[in-house]
């Protein structure tokens, strides 16, 4: 990794463009804004010593929990959508790492990316997720076990309450997961309404646990 990162780098941290052996130089690295251990472990939002939170209480997410390793705010908006959409494959190491860090593999059967359509995977050329979920469990990774059947207008354009309607249906599991404890990954998780979606086609097809492993996490 170290020698990619420095090919397509050429040795600059990719955030100050100063010395870097790294993706990013010490100092942008210490920076980065890491999220404090006191979530809900359900959803990984603020919760005062680390409780399941009154939201989770209230309505209970078909994912079981979630572990993210950093805030979606600057650098990390910056370095998820670096890696979403200019194609910055060397920061799904990056990313992948920092995940790394905050999840645990020997806890899950399988790692399972957000899956884009075949249509948008081609247009795109990869799926960050993937590349992000290939560095966390290489050998757990299952990229055949849900697929999305249709595009949905990206959830970003979206108001709130028009997201769980708009992934409705949009993913199918393609055998039995029966048994299975499952991560689910993506880059960056908001309301939450993609990942939940995905959990409860997951938990039909009979996974005895869902948890989300996402890069970065909406406060
Ligand atoms: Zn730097
Ligand atoms: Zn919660």
Redesign the pocket.
């Known amino acids: 990794m170290r020698n990619l990162t420095e090919r397509l780098f050429g040795g600059t941290?990719f955030?100050?463009?100063?010395a870097?052996s790294r993706v990013?130089?010490a100092?942008?690295d210490a920076d980065l804004p890491r999220l404090s251990a006191l979530r809900c472990p359900r959803c990984a939002l603020e919760s005062a010593r680390g409780e399941v939170c009154g939201r989770c209480l209230g309505e209970r997410p078909d994912y079981d929990g979630t572990c993210a390793a950093l805030a979606y705010e600057f650098p990390g908006d910056a370095l998820v959508h670096a890696l979403k959409f200019r194609g910055e494959l060397a920061l799904a190491g990056l990313l992948g790492g920092l995940l790394a860090k905050v999840t645990r593999a020997d806890e899950v059967d399988c790692v399972v990316p957000v899956p884009l359509s075949a249509e948008r995977l081609q247009r795109r050329g990869y799926n960050h997720a993937a590349e992000v979920a290939r560095r966390l469990a290489r050998t757990k990774l299952d990229l055949e076990l849900c697929v999305r059947v249709r595009d949905t207008p990206p959830q970003m354009e979206l108001p709130f309450a028009e997201r769980q309607r708009n992934v409705r249906g949009a993913f199918r599991c393609t055998r039995s997961a029966a048994g299975r404890r499952i991560a689910v990954v993506d880059d960056v998780m908001t309301t939450g309404a993609t990942l939940n979606e995905i959990a409860s086609v997951l938990k039909a097809a009979g996974a005895a646990r869902v948890v989300n492993w996402v890069v970065a996490r909406t406060l």
Not at 15 to 18: I, M, Q, S, T, V
């Open positions: 941290c955030l100050c463009r100063g870097a990013l130089c100092a942008c």
